[in-house]
């Protein structure tokens, strides 16, 4: 799991990065900075992330969209 990863699904939800961090990934924005930055993901949700294809946003609502 790399930052280049979660960056484009930040980039392609069109979220901001302190929604993303609230909505998708239930941490803190400073969490979803040091991430960014390159900090060590922990490994759970590394893998998490690294099974997530998409995150749509429609009327409000996100749809976090993962690999079977």
Same mark, same amino acid.
């Given at each position: 799991? =790399?930052?280049?990863? &979660? +960056?484009? %699904?930040?980039?392609? +939800? *069109? #979220?901001?990065?302190?929604?993303? $961090? !609230?909505?998708? #990934? *239930?941490?803190?924005?400073?969490? #979803? !900075?040091?991430? %960014? $930055? *390159?900090? $060590?993901?922990?490994? =759970? #949700?590394?893998?998490?992330?690294? +099974?997530?294809?998409?995150?749509?946003? =429609? !009327? *409000? !609502? &996100?749809?976090? &969209?993962?690999?079977?």
């Amino acid at each position: 799991m =790399t930052s280049d990863h &979660v +960056s484009r %699904l930040i980039a392609s +939800s *069109g #979220l901001s990065h302190a929604d993303f $961090a !609230r909505l998708v #990934l *239930g941490r803190d924005p400073r969490s #979803l !900075r040091r991430y %960014l $930055a *390159g900090d $060590a993901i922990p490994p =759970t #949700l590394a893998a998490w992330l690294a +099974s997530v294809e998409r995150v749509e946003v =429609t !009327r *409000g !609502r &996100v749809t976090v &969209v993962v690999q079977r």
